[in-house]
């Protein structure tokens, strides 16, 4: 069973064309990676699937509901996790401990249910250690693995990951490797790691730049 299904994607930024035609599906309990340059779109991809970007043509498919305004993938946020490039964006604090809660808390559960929650998911990830600390403070392979936990409390069906290893050493990239092995969940994980990718990944999906600014000569 598929619980994402993509057909014949368009999606334009400011009047160009970042991704066209694009076809996929993901598969329940597959890792599937997006690889390609930095700024051919896998960031754009990911943002347009929870509905953060609109789309031109083609059709996206989740669970077997199509999505298409912005009212349709408002329930798949939380049941669809995501961690964004930049972990800092996600995290609101004041504390790890309070920001892992935050989801949890927003769905409705009750203040202890969701902290226990929280701290079994910073146990999980080997970062209790961090629960008192305000996120202003945290270093960036700290913000990734805080937000991660967020994500993860919220129990998703789905994760989307946007260069998940950017910041972390070769230790804590194993850690992070073996902890998304352990999940068994059904991953799209944009990544330019290619030993990452080849550690991790059922399949792959390559994107080229279909962009590029003009240079002084063509002007």
Avoid at 46 to 67: A, M, T
Avoid at 209 to 218: A, G, I, M
Wanted: glycine share 8%; hydrophobic share 40%; aromatic share 6%.
């Amino acid at each position: 069973m598929n619980v994402l299904e993509v057909k014949q994607l368009q999606i334009m930024r400011e009047q160009r064309v970042i991704i066209d035609n694009l076809s996929f599906e993901l598969p329940e309990g597959h890792r599937l990676f997006l690889q390609g340059d930095i700024g051919c779109g896998k960031s754009t991809l990911l943002h347009c699937l929870l509905g953060f970007i609109l789309y031109q043509q083609g059709e996206i498919r989740w669970f077997g509901n199509v999505c298409r305004q912005e009212k349709d993938f408002v329930p798949l946020r939380g049941k669809v996790g995501i961690c964004f490039q930049h972990a800092g964006d996600q995290l609101f604090g004041p504390t790890v401990l309070d920001d892992v809660a935050f989801g949890p808390l927003n769905q409705g559960l009750n203040r202890d249910e969701a902290y226990q929650i929280a701290l079994q998911q910073l146990e999980r990830l080997n970062i209790v250690g961090l629960k008192d600390r305000s996120v202003n403070t945290l270093s960036g392979g700290e913000q990734n693995f805080t937000a991660l936990a967020g994500v993860l409390a919220m129990q998703p069906k789905v994760l989307l990951l946007d260069e998940p290893t950017n910041g972390l050493d070769v230790k804590n990239i194993a850690k992070l490797t073996a902890l998304l092995r352990e999940l068994q969940l059904p991953m799209l994980i944009a990544s330019h790691d290619l030993r990452f990718s080849e550690t991790l990944a059922d399949s792959c999906l390559s994107f080229c730049l279909l962009y590029t600014s003009p240079s002084p000569r063509d002007a």
